[in-house]
């Protein structure tokens, strides 16, 4: 039984997953889709933490929590920009009771579906990748979860009402899934969160995004999910430059 606490943590994120899709599908409520996708998040954290602490980790949790993330991280986010993007209107002919109807198809809404292949192909090769232990190569498919999520939350605060009107236009929410998709399985390096000491030298971007990070969301509350977002992959990008600037210097003798 010990060995199966981590599994059973894995599948409750499973389990949000499912929901958010349940959510999206029959209720079309963005927001409960959304919290689901959070809680998934939360016991995907505790999932590999728990299994540390009781020594009981194995390739099974491993393949496990890839497939439970499939649709957690991958499905349920690129439904919801998918819904976002109405992709059926129907219009009635006459009273709402008339069995005629037009039914207008938004093809590009489909696009937005193109991020759970993606984060199936990046959580496959997560796996087989001996490189991301302490950082990630390509965007990790939670960051992308959060950015989608973040966007039906706006929608509670009415002083952001004319943001959220902008990014569920298709002219936000169709380019940023390619450039998501591409960002999943780039090879572009992203830090990770892991703190091995508290020493500033060590973890100057991981300082920096937390303290901004703060500051959004004191300011902007849930407006701040996808700024943080995309503030976390503007200081990878520079961390990385500034890394190969001071890789290239030469050493003095």
């Not at 129907?90 to 489909?110: H, L, M, Q, R, V």
Request: negative net charge; contains cysteine; proline residues 6%.
């Amino acid at each position: 039984m010990k060995r199966q606490i981590p599994n059973i943590i894995t599948l409750l994120n499973l389990l949000c997953g499912i929901l958010s899709v349940f959510e999206l599908l029959y209720f079309h409520n963005f927001v409960a889709a959304s919290c689901f996708i959070v809680l998934g998040a939360v016991f995907d954290f505790f999932d590999g933490m728990t299994a540390r602490l009781l020594h009981v980790s194995s390739p099974i949790g491993k393949e496990l929590d890839s497939l439970s993330d499939v649709v957690t991280f991958g499905v349920a986010p690129s439904l919801i920009a998918f819904m976002l993007l109405n992709p059926v209107t129907i219009i009635y002919e006459g009273c709402p009771d008339a069995p005629d109807k037009t039914e207008i198809i938004n093809y590009w809404a489909f696009v937005p579906l193109l991020m759970a292949l993606f984060s199936s192909y990046r959580l496959a090769k997560f796996n087989l990748d001996t490189r991301q232990t302490d950082s990630f190569i390509g965007l990790a498919t939670p960051a992308n979860a959060f950015l989608w999520l973040g966007i039906p939350l706006i929608d509670l605060q009415s002083r952001f009402h004319v943001l959220y009107d902008i990014m569920i236009t298709p002219y936000f929410i169709v380019p940023v899934s390619i450039i998501m998709c591409v960002l999943l399985v780039s090879e572009i390096p992203m830090f990770s969160l892991k703190f091995h000491n508290l020493k500033w030298q060590d973890n100057k971007v991981r300082f920096v995004f937390l303290i901004l990070s703060a500051v959004l969301l004191v300011l902007l509350q849930f407006a701040a999910i996808p700024m943080i977002i995309i503030l976390y992959i503007i200081l990878s990008i520079i961390n990385n430059i500034l890394n190969k600037q001071r890789n290239e210097i030469p050493s003095s003798d």
